[in-house]
């Protein structure tokens, strides 16, 4: 089984340009995640689908962030403009659908080091 | 307010010695989950183990095992035996109120020395 996978692995951009992160989650995995951990402090939720659903969009910092996961598969995550404070790791997690064995367990992908200056 | 608490930025083992790391949090919640990842130098973050609120043992897996302590509300992890590969970073994390979300805390660098 294919784990999740995020593209790219390392971005580096200027402030005010656009940038656009990509999660595949593991397939058959309804529910998607995404978190964001900035230098040195904890990981922090930003917002979790269901399928094609935005469930809990509670941590996203501010409307420069956009989340879609059309079709339910994969998501993207873009910041436009993008801020110096965006700067991070961007971290893709997914579950099973609720009421599997396991379903409270999120697997990670590897993250995308997002820098911008 | 849910809250994770990792209070050892890093930690130095022998190899082949037992280590803890400390983990409390801070919840209102009557059911919630505890787990624990490992994230090594490449990056990616490997799932270890859970801990149910309402489970009665302790998780075991393999070489690592959750002290969990309910009424401290600690869910300390223990490795035993440590290899060179344990060097990493743990994560510590909850999931707990109305939503599926995790709650992190800061994590704990882990070098194994040989």
């Known amino acids: 089984e294919a784990g999740v996978t995020q593209f790219p692995s390392h971005s580096v951009i200027e402030k005010g340009q656009t940038v656009t992160l990509r999660c595949d989650p593991i397939s058959g995995h309804d529910n998607l995640y995404w978190y964001r951990r900035v230098m040195g402090k904890e990981i922090k939720f930003l917002l979790h689908?269901?399928?094609?659903?935005?469930?809990?969009e509670s941590g996203m910092p501010n409307n420069r962030f956009l989340a879609e996961r059309t079709g339910g598969t994969y998501s993207t995550l873009k910041v436009q403009p993008a801020e110096l404070e965006d700067s991070g790791v961007y971290f893709c997690a997914s579950s099973h659908p609720p009421g599997l064995a396991g379903a409270y367990e999120q697997y990670f992908g590897p993250g995308t080091r997002l820098t911008v200056t | 307010a849910q809250k994770i608490t990792q209070t050892q930025p890093g930690m130095f083992v022998q190899e082949k010695e037992a280590v803890t790391l400390d983990c409390t949090y801070d919840?209102?919640?009557?059911?919630?989950?505890l787990f624990w990842y490992k994230q090594p130098s490449s990056g990616e973050m490997i799932f270890l183990i859970y801990q149910g609120s309402y489970d009665e043992q302790n998780a075991t897996e393999g070489r690592y095992s959750l002290n969990f302590q309910k009424a401290r509300k600690s869910a300390n992890l223990v490795i035993s035996a440590s290899q060179l590969g344990d060097s990493a970073m743990y994560f510590c994390?909850?999931?707990?109120?109305?939503?599926?979300?995790?709650?992190f805390g800061t994590g704990t660098s882990l070098t194994v020395i040989p």
């Open positions: 994390a909850m999931r707990a109120g109305n939503g599926n979300q995790f709650y």
């Open positions: 689908f269901v399928k094609e659903s935005k469930q809990d």
């Open positions: 919840t209102s919640d009557q059911s919630y989950g």
